[in-house]
């Protein structure tokens, strides 16, 4: 059967990502997020936090209910995006990938308007951190909305393989 | 976006406009067995329409999104021209629909439709899907779409809409379609997964995810070692998105079986047993897109209907019943050996899943059934309606349509009970007589089933009148 429902959440997964995305480009430049805006980056902040094992495995927290499906859905194709933005990352200064997995971590905090101002960072270090964010999102959301329509291309494979990453080199690598 | 977002947004609205017209086409030129198929039409023309007039406000950065949405809601006006008298065994199709309907309690409408591939399917709910993706714009006019729809066709927001698939070569073959049970089931097993698989699983994952990243450590894959530990994420990821897809297709499909085999009573199992005498038993869920191994899905679905078949032995002059029941009991012995969990056991994200399902299921299924409404939550069961359905195989062995328990009585027969005496009487044929089985044998016994479904459903609905009038 074809899953209307959960394509439809994975539909709405990629809009958020797409729309936090564009909200963090905005606060790296020192602009602030409408009242759509905060709750969007509230609503990605929690989402990326369940995506991200790493950070599970550190807080051991889960916001349960269906988010925590749309998550499992979703984290091999957040994975495989971190992966395919590692140049971005390096030029950033993340130069292993225990700083990545930090990165990772701290995403929550940073799509929160509250957690960057306790930062204690750096103006131009939160607005580096915004963009390198807002990078991964956008290829977040791009890779869903790939999977989900083939790019407009015919698909060879069946329907339930579209949610396999298609494009992650490690697993080229060692598969 | 370039100097193509003009172009993109005034395809895309071409392309929306020339979808609505279409839709609108259909709906006035096709004839359907009911109005599903022309509300779904409308669903589609509708929302296109709208998309259309609104995209001049959509910002650039939803033109993408909209461009996949609209192609995927383009397909779906295949399963309205497939729905098309002409191609339906449209007699039954009244009958089907509104069982269908009394089993989710009147809140879905069904689009019948045969398929080319060999297989029969579910896919729904639209309107939900349609909702769900449109309300990601807030540019769109949702109230808007709702009130054109509740205008032009009385479609209300609680209004759902499903797609039931049939294999078009099986088009008469109305024994194998109590695999329709199944369908339906994915309807309430839907539910259930929505409801109450996240809160299950949340609970296990961690536990889950950890026991497949110990594997994973315990044989790292040969990456650049700076990236170690991201690729063991990668992969505990992935393995684990395959244990909960294991767990969740597992449970969504033996819960149909369930729910098959309750609505239908053991015409579902023959119709399972007989559909997947053509595949293997035994193949990995991680093999055939999470699905559960045939064999281990007929032991479950035995298991439901064991205590009905051993009271149908039981019963008085049960001779008739006998060679259906022996054949099951044929099939039975498939079920009896351990080759498919011997396979679910022999890998980590399998297992898990398989332990998962098997320590809630009976919990599982009983939370399912009783989704069911207040008149269903009881099973079907052979044996209490032994009579009738001895009734109704006399017909059949005499050629006549098995649609009323006697003779010009009161008492149409009931769709189950239809099903049910001619499996039984199809079984009884080939046991009596190793011959049986060419093509007009067949096609006089579907013909016979149809037609009795079709009378039986007149009957029902203007007997009374008809009586009146006369």
Known sequence: MEDLNLASKLFQASSKLNQASSWLVELAEGREPDEEGIKTLNWVGQFISEVDISSRLTSGVSVGGSLSIQATSVRPTFYSSVMRIAPLFQKAGFNSGEEIIGFLNRLNALLSVKGTKDHGMSQRQIAVYYKLASELLKEVSRSIMVQLSNNGLPRRGVLNQEWEPSNNQFRAAYS | ?470
């Open chain 2, 1 to 470: 976006m370039d100097c193509r977002e003009d172009v993109c947004r005034r395809e895309i609205k071409r392309n929306g406009l020339f979808l609505a017209e279409l839709a609108e086409e259909i709906q006035l030129t096709e004839d359907f067995s009911t109005d599903t198929p022309k509300k779904l039409a409308m669903l589609v023309g509708e929302t296109s329409r709208l998309l259309a007039e609104s995209i001049s406000t959509a910002p650039v950065d939803s033109l993408r999104e909209l461009n996949v949405f609209l192609s995927r809601i383009t397909t779906h006006l295949r399963y309205v021209e497939r729905a098309k008298i002409i191609q339906t065994p449209w007699s039954v199709i009244r009958t089907v629909e509104h069982f269908f309907k009394e089993q989710t309690q009147n809140k879905a409408d069904f689009i019948i439709r045969p398929t080319w591939s060999y297989n029969y399917s579910l896919i729904g709910e639209f309107w939900k899907f349609y909702k769900n993706i449109l309300s990601c714009w807030s540019w769109f006019p949702l109230n808007e779409l709702k009130r054109r729809l509740k205008d032009s066709a009385n479609f209300n927001d609680n209004d759902s809409i499903y797609c039931i698939s049939f294999p078009r070569t099986e088009q008469l073959n109305c024994l194998l379609h109590a695999n329709w049970g199944h369908e339906v089931g994915h309807i309430l097993a839907g539910k259930w997964i929505e409801d109450k698989f996240p809160i299950l699983w949340n609970r296990v994952e961690p536990v889950i995810s950890k026991k497949i990243r110990d594997s994973i450590v315990g044989n790292p894959p040969p990456v650049d070692p700076l990236f170690k530990d991201l690729a063991i994420l990668d992969l505990t990821a992935t393995q684990t998105l395959a244990a909960m897809e294991v767990a969740k297709c597992g449970i969504t499909e033996l819960l149909c079986d369930i729910i098959g085999v309750h609505l239908f009573g053991a015409s579902a199992l023959c119709s399972a047993f007989e559909f997947s005498s053509r595949f293997l038993l035994d193949v990995s869920p991680l093999q055939c897109d999470y699905y559960p191994p045939w064999r281990y899905r007929i032991r479950e679905m035995m298991e439901y209907c064991k205590k009905d078949l051993e009271a149908l032995r039981a019963v008085k002059d049960s001779e008739v019943f006998l060679p259906f029941l022996n054949w099951l009991d044929e099939a039975k012995k498939v079920a009896s050996t351990n080759e498919d969990t011997t396979e679910i056991d022999s890998k980590t994200v399998t297992r898990e899943a398989y332990e998962f399902i098997r320590s809630h299921w009976n919990s599982i299924k009983s939370d399912a059934i009783s989704l069911l409404p207040a008149g269903s939550v009881k099973p079907y069961s052979l044996s209490a309606r032994h009579e009738i359905i001895r009734n109704l195989i006399k017909r059949l062995e005499s050629s006549v349509p098995p649609n009323e328990i006697c003779n010009l009585s009161d008492s149409p027969a009931g769709l189950q009970d239809i099903i049910s005496s001619s499996w039984i009487y199809k079984i009884e044929c080939i046991s009596c007589d190793s011959s049986w089985g060419d093509s007009d044998d067949f096609d006089l016994l579907f013909r016979l089933v149809l037609k009795g479904i079709e009378s039986s459903q007149i009957h029902r609905q203007w007997g009374s009148k008809l009586t009146g009038t006369s």
